[in-house]
T-cell receptor, first 113, second 112 residues
């Protein structure tokens, strides 16, 4: 079974600084999707970024970028120029085509002003 | 973007009663809907997957007689918690999928 591991229960970052959240996963598949979701205090799940495994280029969405290392099964999220609104719980997730999402345990990100 | 709504956003019920939570995809047809449960500061736990017009598939350990799921149309799924007890108090999140998966805002259930 696929598993997703987020080894950092909590992280802190100073406003305007950069922070990287770690995620590793285990799968025997070659084609799949990886996601980062943000869950702010409102608890609405928000898709931050997605990566298709067959694409070698790392996905980027404004201040958010990923470092996807397929061989190492690693999928970290970098947040640049951190803002107070980035404070949330972040979940890494894996999905095989057509299947259900598998979530990691989450990382709470605190942003200090 | 696609919108998924849930109703109610917060419900309080007495122990032993049943409560129904609705999940609607507002601007797309969802072939598949998912129901999750989430405890504070924990991850989402998938409870069941439902496809329109067919019986839901429950995850291991989820009581199908306690958590009744109905997916009667391509835009509506309901979760009924039957004979609720305080340990059923939690945050329930639905999600709907066409080509992408979209999440509802969640429902907080408190059983007194």
């Amino acid at each position: 079974a696929q598993t997703v591991t987020q080894s950092q229960p909590e992280m802190s970052v100073q406003e305007a600084e950069t922070v990287t959240l770690s995620c590793t996963y285990d799968t025997s598949e070659s084609d799949y999707y990886l996601f980062w979701y943000k869950q702010p205090p409102s608890r609405q799940m928000i898709l931050v970024i997605r990566q298709e495994a067959y694409k070698q280029q790392n996905a980027t969405e404004n201040r958010f970028s990923v470092n996807f290392q397929k061989a190492a099964k690693s999928f970290s999220l970098k947040i640049s120029d951190s803002q107070l609104g980035d404070a949330a719980m972040y979940f890494c997730a894996y999905k095989k085509y057509g299947n259900k999402l598998v979530f990691g345990a989450g990382t709470i990100l605190r942003v200090k002003s | 973007g696609a919108v998924v709504s849930q109703h109610p956003s917060w419900v309080i019920c007495k122990s032993g009663t049943s409560v129904k939570i609705e999940c609607r995809s507002l601007d797309f047809q969802a072939t598949t809907m998912f129901w999750y449960r989430q405890f504070p500061k924990q991850s989402l736990m998938l409870m069941a997957t439902s496809n329109e017009g067919s019986k839901a598939t429950y995850e291991q350990g989820v009581e199908k007689d306690k958590f009744l799921i109905n997916h009667a149309s391509l835009t509506l799924s309901t979760l009924t918690v039957t004979s609720a007890h305080p340990e059923d108090s939690s945050f329930y999140i639905c999600s709907a999928r066409d080509r992408e998966q979209y999440f509802g805002p969640g429902t907080r259930l408190t059983v007194t």
